[in-house]
């Protein structure tokens, strides 16, 4: 998976944790902290032998609840970190240093070929077989600029080994074969295998993977920001792959590429979670470093030399439809080198990040007011905030659809501000903010802090850095309020050294350019003619019969038998069940769960909305993201929001639509709430709700006009990047009533509707509109809540929300929330939408049955066997796609395509999935590793701040999810055919039924 750049705003301290960490409540896990933790720290020390591995540091880090160990492997030198902490999701990881110097995408596709068979797994595609042999809750590959990491993660231990073996095989030994290259990196085959005459084109599942990423303008500004802040050495080239490079890529050069990056020497190794360490290290040692001795490789990234004046630089993109204003497409950014990561000490990026969130986080900080409430563009420049991926970080800032004209304007305003700050500082309030947010980051519990905190140390261990010392966030913290007590101006002089006498500065300018596509489209026309200019006659005959032999090495059976596998016996009979109170305070529902918080209260509510007339629907997403932005009660929006940062971890509103569990045609439509907050500060964060809630400010034009073009920019810029996303949601738009809502709130027809708010001059038509739905909506009447914390607070809980609820307006007469339309009928439809992309999405959909019913957990495991078994090979391996399968949930049976060259192709190869299920064209073996796939999912770790959460917004009770358990359970390959008999699959016999095409242009 190739990982483009941070987008939008770093969020503080990104670059030390990617996700909230994960804490436990010390009370509850006392005893067997100690034995994961504190039993670690006790039995390890510097020095020590480990299965050919020496300790070279034990590290205590309290704050997060772990002990970090370090080793260097004796015979190669690979480097190993071992986090010892209480969590059952336990992750592996190894990473090697990858240095691409073109822009072929080696790094990228070799990425995707390691992973397609190794010396021990000879059949093809073993990581995408042990994604249904295995019960993992996380299992993928990632491409950086300068590395590329394999990561997995588990909570049963068989599994963890079987995965741990499997990876290792394919990332020191793998196959390389020359079918996966040609399948995964490029090819050149007659675009229609039957007909040998049809024109020649690239094909490749790599190869359209990055022209599809290249389809969206934001993509494209931020590869050539980090390409040109940094020109000299690896970053200077396009990591992921140039569609217009990647043929010149060959096959030896792939070989080649492995051999000189992925060696034991130059390897990073992480384990973590509460398994042992010795387990983890003879099984590398034995599975793969014995087979090797430590050379050394040429994968040092050099200091980029540093400009003596800054520089300026102009790129084009495609022009977006989608655009409210046809006329304001440009953005410009400033960028500023850094310094290297792995030469600062871990403090110093500490205070980097820090700085980075006062100078562009929220309404409150400079820039934002500088750039954003000007209302010049429509949002900040893609990229905006400190990247920490590259060996030197770097920190951007500029705006998004801005006139031409208005290039200079944004450049002079963002030295303005930064002399500004060197002149004024920051607020104590606002610098407090910050600090809370980090505070309360560490409590703040997750499920997958394993796998983001190897995210976030890997950029920096990759070039040197101490990894563990950027844990200490407790030192950190201290050292920078000995900093600030120290010295009046100590952030003035950071901003000074970094970005007022910075020389290495870039200025990036895009325009859109009207031809932009065609110009493209010639040159790909051009690089095909050139390649086969390169071929013999007898290469060019041979074109048509070498990708029949792809193909038939892409249909033919490959035996799997080499592979480890769990079994259904090893997937628990019953499934997790949460305790709750439901309480009524002041005649509204409210679930409490209680749970080892760790400190932390989180707070949801649902508010109905179905009194409200349906023309009014449309605006719910923009009055939810515009509700907890402006301001309320005595606070205007600036004071508001600094409240929220110093007293909360933010607040949500979202819309808020539910498919009923076991009626199609009934849901539940509202208006959700949510925020979480240290124990201590529940009045205050219930406080500002209460302002929310009974007096918001709804008359500040220029701020709700900031925020319509922000909202409206975000969800034009999503299209191209789920493009699949969209085209499900339209194809179910049709079939139920929930799915026809939820088109309303999030699918292209919300895209479209804010492109028309946003070209509206006069916004007191608006205002008034959404004046009108907060009286509706902002209501107690039809309301009902959720509160996860200790159990010690439910007194406390109890009295503050009837408070809170009591102040609350009580206007209207609301019928429930859940709603049945019996007026919804479901009707056919087919639909192709033509957007600028260089590739095509492909969704259909068909109404099926409740969750409740008993072909429910038929159809989810169906939807499974789909994708392993057919749809995979069929729209990836064979189409090219970057991916493509099925999904089924709330009554409705998807199918989906991403970055996809075919499109019709596509949905004849979904209509001849059904014949393949009725037909039984699987296993009894396929039928178990289905159920071993969905499973993990179901019994993927939920933090506890989201437990109780599918009965509070589902309506799912423990007893219902038990019974689809055991249907699961009970499902045979017979019980399969018969319910894909019975489902209204079949295209003569089905009325039910959507599709949508976003096709190129």
């Known amino acids: 998976m190739w990982r483009v750049g941070q987008r939008k705003i770093s969020r503080s301290w990104t670059a030390l944790f990617r996700v909230k960490t994960r804490a436990v409540c010390a009370e509850a896990t006392a005893a067997k902290s100690k034995s994961i933790v504190e039993s670690t720290e006790l039995k390890y020390k510097a020095g020590d032998k480990l299965h050919g591995y020496t300790v070279t540091t034990v590290s205590r880090v309290p704050e997060l609840h772990l002990v970090a160990v370090q080793l260097v492997h004796d015979n190669t030198g690979a480097e190993h970190l071992h986090v010892a902490r209480e969590d059952s999701n336990n992750v592996f990881a190894v990473a090697f240093p990858t240095v691409p110097m073109d822009s072929t995408g080696v790094s990228h596709i070799l990425e995707h070929t390691t992973l397609c068979g190794s010396e021990k797994y000879p059949c093809r595609d ?95 500004f931020e590869t050539q920001l980090q390409r040109s802040i940094l020109p000299s050495h690896t970053y200077s080239t396009c990591y992921g792959g140039d569609p217009l490079c990647i043929p010149d890529l060959t096959w030896s050069q792939l070989r080649d590429f492995h051999s000189q990056h992925y060696h034991p020497s130059a390897a990073k190794f992480y384990t973590y979670g509460d398994q042992p360490l010795e387990n983890h290290l003879e099984a590398i040692s034995q599975l793969a470093l014995s087979r090797f001795h430590k050379i050394e490789l040429n994968t040092a990234v050099p200091n980029e030399v540093r400009w003596n004046e800054p520089r300026m630089q102009e790129m084009s993109c495609p022009p977006d439809p989608m655009a409210a204003d046809p006329d304001k497409q440009t953005t410009v950014s400033v960028a500023f080198l850094l310094g290297g990561l792995a030469a600062m000490d871990a403090a110093e990026l500490f205070v980097l990040n820090i700085l980075c969130s006062l100078l562009i986080k929220g309404p409150n900080s400079p820039f934002y007011k500088s750039l954003l409430t000007s209302n ?120 000074r050294q970094y970005l007022k006498e910075n020389q290495h500065k870039l200025t990036l300018v895009m325009h859109p350019k009207a031809d932009y596509q065609a110009e493209l489209e010639k040159k790909e026309d051009e690089k095909r003619d050139s390649v086969l200019s390169q071929l013999t006659q007898e290469q060019r005959n041979r074109l048509h019969s070498d990708a029949f032999e792809l193909l038939d090495y892409q249909t033919k059976q490959h035996d799997a038998s080499c592979l480890p596998s769990l079994g259904v016996a090893d997937i628990r009979k019953e499934g997790e069940t949460t305790e709750l109170e439901d309480l009524l305070p002041t005649g509204v529902p409210l679930q409490f769960c209680p749970q080892p918080t760790n400190g932390i209260t989180y707070f949801r509510g649902i508010s109905s909305i179905s009194s409200l007339n349906d023309d009014l629907k449309p605006y719910i997403p923009l009055f939810s993201y515009i509700t907890s932005k402006i301001g309320a009660g005595n606070l205007d929006y600036k004071q508001m929001s600094q409240e929220i940062e110093l007293r909360t971890g933010g607040l949500e509103v979202s819309a808020h639509v ?125 309301m009902r809540c959720a509160i996860n914390s200790v159990p010690e607070q439910v007194g406390v809980v109890a009295t503050t929300i009837e408070g809170f609820l009591d102040s609350l307006p009580k206007n209207r007469d609301d019928p429930d929330a859940h709603v049945q339309d019996e007026r919804f009928f479901p009707r056919m439809g087919r639909t192709h939408i033509i957007m600028p992309f260089n590739v095509n999405y492909t969704g259909k959909s068909i109404r099926t049955v409740p969750y409740t019913h008993q072909d429910s957990p038929s159809l989810r495991l169906l939807a499974r066997l789909m994708t392993t078994k057919f749809l995979h090979q069929e729209i990836r391996e064979k189409g090219g796609a970057y991916g493509g399968g099925a ?58 701040g989201s437990k109780g959460m599918t009965r509070f917004v589902h309506g799912i009770t423990d007893e219902q999810r038990q019974q689809h358990r055991q249907r699961l359970f009970l499902a045979t390959r017979q019980s399969l055919i018969e319910s894909a008999q019975r489902c209204p699959f079949q295209q003569e016999c089905c009325i039910h039924e959507g599709s949508l095409v976003i096709v190129n242009a």
């Open 126 to 220: 073993p990581f995408f077989k042990m994604l249904t042999r295995s019960l993992s809750t996380y299992m993928n590959a990632w491409t950086f600029p300068d590395f590329t990491m394999y990561p997995f993660a588990s909570q049963n231990a068989q599994d963890f080994k079987n995965l741990m073996a499997v990876y290792l095989d394919c990332a020191f030994f793998p196959k390389l074969a020359e079918m996966d290259f040609r399948q995964e990196g490029w090819r050149l085959e007659p675009e229609d295998l039957s007909n040998p005459d049809s024109q020649i084109v690239f094909k490749g599942v790599v190869y359209n993977e990055m022209k599809g990423v290249f389809s969206n303008a934001e993509n494209l």
């Open 376 to 495: 010049i563009g429509s949002d900040y420049a893609p990229s905006t905030g400190m990247n920490g991926h590259t060996k030197e970080a770097y920190f951007s800032i500029g705006l998004q659809g801005i006139a031409k004209d208005d290039v200079e304007r944004v450049q002079d305003l963002i030295q303005q501000t930064i002399d500004q700050v060197i002149e004024e500082g920051f607020e104590e309030s606002r610098i407090e903010s910050v600090l809370h947010s980090v505070e309360l980051s560490l409590k703040h519990e997750t499920s997958n802090f394993g796998l983001g905190l190897v995210s976030s140390l890997m950029p920096l261990w990759n070039h040197g850095a101490e990894p563990v010392s950027s844990l200490q966030i407790g030192d950190h913290i201290a050292k920078f309020k000995e900093s600030l007590a120290s010295s009046s101006t100590f952030l003035q002089d950071k901003v």
């Open 658 to 782: 539910v498919t009923d569990h076991s009626e199609l045609n009934a849901f539940e439509q509202g208006v959700a709430f949510s925020s979480l907050c240290l124990d201590w500060n529940m009045p205050y964060m219930f406080s500002l709700w209460q302002d929310i809630f009974n007096s918001p400010d709804f008359l500040d034009v220029e701020r709700i006009r900031t925020l319509v073009m922000m909202l409206a920019a975000d969800m034009a810029n999503s299209v191209a990047n789920s493009g699949h996303s969209y085209a499900m949601t339209y194809a179910s738009s049709q079939l139920t009533p929930a799915a026809a809502l939820t088109e309303k709130f999030a699918g292209l027809q919300q895209v479209a509707f804010l492109k028309r708010i946003a070209e509206q001059e006069d916004l007191q038509p608006l205002i008034s509109t959404l004046q009108q739905i907060a009286v509706h909506v902002l209501d107690c009447t039809s």
């Open 887 to 944: 999904t089924s949930g709330s009554g409705v049976f998807q199918y989906y395509s991403y970055r996809d060259p075919n499109s019709v192709e596509t949905l004849d190869v979904f209509d001849r999935s059904v014949q393949w299920a009725v037909d039984g064209s699987f296993t009894d073996q396929d039928v178990d590793e289905a159920k071993l796939s969905v499973f993990s999912q179901i019994d993927g770790p939920v933090p506890p």
